[in-house]
Nanobody, 125 residues
Framework: QVQLVESGGGLVQTGGSLRLSCVAS????????MGWFRQAPGKEREFVAA????????YYSDSVNGRFTISRINYKNTVYLQMNSLKPEDTAVYYC??????????????????WGQGTQVTVSS
């Protein structure tokens, strides 16, 4: 079984930055594809960003493209989400997810097998 633990969430002002981290443990392998999703109160969980196992391919939702950057350091079993120019509409619980490699970026929620507990991001004003 794979365990994923997110950290780095918090309260920031509009225009500020945060970097989220997700550390994997247990039966986790470097060749897992990874993604970030978010869920605001009363809304469905939505795709944010994804990265292939090699780190060579990334993909972003239109709402965060140009502001967020996903990356990974495989020997640390860690994936990051750098969030810049934050807006109030970015407020949500952010989740990381993992799945055995599909050969590219994975954008669909139902394709992921493992999920973290989530970390709260709140953007004021």
């Amino acid at each position: 079984q794979v365990q994923l633990v997110e950290s780095g969430g918090g309260l920031v002002q509009t225009g500020g930055s945060l970097r989220l981290s997700c550390v994997a443990s247990g039966r986790f392998f470097t060749n897992y594809d990874m993604g970030w999703f978010r869920q605001a109160p009363g809304k469905e969980r939505e795709f944010v960003a994804a990265i292939s196992w090699s780190g060579e391919s990334t993909y972003y939702s239109d709402s965060v493209n140009g502001r967020f950057t996903i990356s990974r350091i495989n020997y640390k079993n860690t994936v990051y989400l750098q969030m810049n120019s934050l807006k109030p509409e970015d407020t949500a619980v952010y989740y990381c997810a993992a799945v055995g490699t599909r050969g590219g970026v994975v954008r669909t929620l139902t394709e992921y097998d493992y999920w973290g507990q989530g970390t709260q991001v709140t953007v004021s004003s």
